[in-house]
Every structure is written in C-alpha cells, then in structure tokens.
C-alpha cells in the first residue's frame, strides 16, 4: 500500500563487553534519553542528551554542559526523548529534515556501517536503497576527493553502486534546513558535491515523507468480519509471503533489517491460516515508523490499511512515541490519498543520486 520499509550507527554509541543484548540501556544506545539518578546527600537529578556509552556498570550521556557518566545502580528512572525541536510547530512538525532523516535511519538501520565525519555509509546486501547509501548528516571532515574516493571504495568492496540519499523540501511540508554556514542543509551540499562529479538520480526511487501525531491514528478502523489481527516480535513465513518488496520476495537477509530498529513489532490480518495484510512497526529516537504495509489485492478497499495504522499507533502509543512518519513513493498518489485522509501531512521528500561506473 506504499508505506515501505524499502525504498527508500556503527553500534550507535554501545560499548562494553559482557552486557545482556535485551539490556533496555543497550538497546537505546545512540538515542537522545533523559536519565534521572541519585546524587550524593540522597537528592535526584536528571542527565538529559545523547546515550553515547552503555556498559554494565554505568551509561554516560553526552549533555549540552558535557559527558555525564551515570552509575547504573544511581539509575531511578530514564526514557528515550524525540531529538530537540528546531522550529515552532506541533512535535511531528517541529524536526529539521535533517534531524527526521536520522531518525528514520536508525529504524531500518543495517548491520554493515561506517561514519565518514557527517556522512553515514550503510550497507544491507543490496536490499533497499534506504538501507544501501550514504546518509548525509554533515559534512564529511574530510577534503572532496578523499570523501569521494573513499565512499567509491567502501562500496565497491561490498559489490555495490554508490549512492547518496538527498532530502529536500517538499509542497506544503518544513522548509529546508540549512546550518548557518552557507545557508544550505548537509544533504544540499553532498547533492552538489557529487552531481558536480556526474552522479545521477535513479530514476523511479524518489519518496514522500508523511508525519501524524500518533495520538489522532490510534482509532484505525474495525476489522471485517472473518478476519483476525495477530503482532509478533519477528515476522513469519506468512507475513514474509504477503509483503512482497517491489513485487518480488524477500531474500533472506532482509529479514535481519526487519529486526534492525531498537524496537518493532510485526502485525498480519489473516483469513483463517492465510495472511491477507501485513505492516511493520518500529520505534526509536522518540518517534514510530510504519513499514512494509501490504494488503493482499483480493482484500483491498476493505478498510484492512487503516485496521494496520491504528495497530501499530496504539503500539507505538504505548511506548511514548508520540509522532509517527512513513515514507511512501512520490508516484503512488493512491497511497497518499489514504495516508493524508488518516491524519499524516507532509514533511519532506527525497531522490537517491548514484555513482557513475567506474
């Protein structure tokens, strides 16, 4: 139906040997938290930044006054928290482009990554192109030809074209998000960098960005008589079966970036044994994601969309997201129509710019 977790950190800050990977703390490494703990005379106060250290026996969050370093045994309460406002608006309005693109990145975020400065390179076998480009973030830290040549490189050794993901603006969404340097967003000068050395766009890969507050999708619609809703924490044969990415089935791999946001969860509808619709969930930074919406074409126009949306918001809900984005294909206006009639408005769009062959 066009919310698609496919076409479109390192460890995102996690150190330590030893600790429990269903550990809480470990799996909000690299999110903004606020974490309230003990201090010395018995008092409380709170450490509100980025999780950049995670072991087992403290966390250290990086404040805007500095890194604190929290022992865990201090540790009263903590949660994640959306990335601070950049502009007045509503929360699923106020995020940068910029800002939502890192949030996005972290809920279908691959195995395979390397921070280059600004620019995050990611890798996924080939499986979407979101998960298969460099993120622009800001700059590079290195001079152009050094950047280039060695996106070229990391790419290449993993059998991969080189490309770049550029949000921009779009009608009726936020404006751009330049930094005060030049006035341009990062993704504008990596865009101007790279056509400078005749990238291209891909054809047919753009995508809209839609935005809703969660609390106005929780209502969903009622589920058709017959048919049964069911949420997993990983997705089974039958919802693998029913989402078909660009009409072809899922390769084995893709299912460990299913499972890659800090926290989802997989819902089917199905007639009797059978799937008929499935959708993905995701949550992280303080935000909800909706993927890999499908509904089997025998069941269109039966509402079986909007049952998923409310599914997944009343999850996500649940969990303190209060927004909630999803990306959809610039051309697949039917999609939109449904998505913007739910509640979701526009935020941004983006295209992929790939590399000439060398």
Do not use: I
Not at 65 to 92: F, I, M, Q, T
Not at 109 to 130: C, E, I, Y
Request: aromatic letters at 6%.
């Amino acid at each position: 139906m066009g919310a698609d977790g496919g076409d479109d950190a390192g460890t995102g800050g996690r150190t330590g040997v030893g600790t429990d990977r269903d550990d809480v703390w470990l799996a909000r490494a690299g999110q903004r938290v606020v974490v309230r703990y003990r201090v010395a005379g018995g008092g409380l106060t709170d450490a509100l930044g980025d999780l950049v250290g995670v072991t087992d026996v403290a966390l250290v969050v990086r404040t805007r006054r500095g890194e604190v370093r929290v022992l865990r045994s201090d540790v009263v309460a903590g949660k994640v928290v959306p990335p601070r406002a950049s502009r007045p608006a509503p929360p699923h309005l106020a995020l940068s482009v910029t800002d939502l693109v890192a949030v996005m990145a972290l809920h279908w975020n691959p195995a395979d990554q390397v921070r280059l400065g600004g620019w995050w390179l990611r890798a996924a076998d080939g499986f979407t192109n979101r998960a298969n480009c460099v993120v622009p973030l800001g700059a590079p830290g290195v001079g152009d030809d050094e950047a280039l040549g060695f996106v070229h490189d990391w790419f290449a050794a993993r059998g991969l074209p080189a490309q770049l993901s550029v949000a921009g603006p779009v009608e009726g969404g936020v404006p751009d998000d330049g930094d005060g340097t030049d006035g341009a967003s990062p993704a504008a000068r990596a865009l101007a960098l790279v056509t400078a050395h005749d990238w291209q766009v891909v054809e047919g890969a753009s995508a809209l960005v839609l935005v809703a507050p969660t609390a106005e999708l929780r209502g969903g619609a009622d589920l058709p008589v017959g048919l049964t809703l069911d949420v997993a924490d990983a997705p089974d044969a039958g919802w693998c079966a029913t989402y078909r990415y660009k009409g072809e089935d899922l390769p084995e791999h893709a299912v460990r970036l299913l499972l890659s946001a800090p926290e989802q969860a997989f819902w089917s509808v199905r007639d009797g044994a059978r799937t008929v619709a499935c959708a993905r969930g995701s949550v992280g930074a303080g935000w909800a994601g909706v993927t890999a919406v499908e509904v089997d074409p025998a069941y269109r126009r039966r509402g079986l969309a909007r049952v998923l949306l409310g599914a997944v918001a009343r999850w996500a809900w649940s969990r303190g997201a209060l927004s909630t984005y999803l990306q959809t294909a610039e051309t697949n206006t039917a999609a939109q129509a449904l998505y913007l009639s739910a509640g979701f408005a526009p935020h941004h769009r983006y295209d992929y710019v790939r590399a000439p062959r060398r």
